[in-house]
């Protein structure tokens, strides 16, 4: 009798498992040309096959200390003290800009992680961004995000792996630094080890705030900023981010 108590209870078990497993509907048929999808949780979500008018609304938050020094989905370093995002569908490699629409602050990011996988939530901004946007404090803020360049994804399965695409027009440039006090700027400038390049302290107003501006400019290529960002942020300097003009 115990037996045949026990083989019920298996079978009913097995019952549930399968029960559970079919509320888990695997995603559509992958359209071709579209990455192949992923799964967190009970969750799928399908990648974006290149970053072309892309914008959204929602909530941003940050992730620090329990990631940095671990890979990044596109196999980076996470750095919590360098400017990077995570977003569920965007391609990786994707610059987006991010404008917290709660103090009107604006920062250019490059998505290099997956996330954030919270229910609401569009991004997941680096602790530096964050504190840079005015979300570290709070830790989330509505924010509206646009793609800045036209990305398409490294995962598409082809022949050929496909490369982000660079702008076409527009010079780039990176900001080191911003001062109230001048002094301070020029101190920094003074330090800036990029040869061949210049190197400008702009006065600009923002909110009613004079910022003295450290700044690289003349970077004609995406690709370039990037290597003059990785450069700076592996001599210590905190804070810097690409902008396009």
Known sequence: ?????????????????????????????????????????????????????????????????????????????????????????????????????????????????????????????????????GVAAPGTARVKIAAMNIVQSDNIISNKKKKPIEFKEGDFYIQVGAFKERQNAESLKRTIPIKNKTILTTTEEQNGVIYHKVKVVGIKTFTKALEYERYLLNRGYKGIFIVSK
């Open 1 to 133: 009798m115990e037996n045949v108590l026990l083989k019920k209870i298996f079978l009913i078990f097995i019952f549930l498992l399968l029960v559970i497993a079919g509320c888990v509907k695997p995603p559509q048929k992958t359209q071709p040309g579209y990455p192949p999808p992923y799964k967190i949780g009970n969750k799928w979500y399908q990648p974006l096959p290149d970053s072309r008018g892309f914008t959204e609304e929602g909530i941003a938050s940050w992730y620090g200390k329990a990631f940095h020094g671990k890979k990044t989905a596109n196999g980076e370093v996470y750095n919590m003290y360098g400017i990077s995002a995570a977003h569920k569908t965007l391609p990786l490699g994707t610059m987006v800009r991010v404008h917290n629409l709660e103090n009107n602050k604006k920062l250019n990011v490059r998505i290099n992680d997956r996330g954030p996988f919270i229910e609401g939530r569009i991004i997941d901004l680096s602790y530096e961004a964050a504190k840079l946007l």
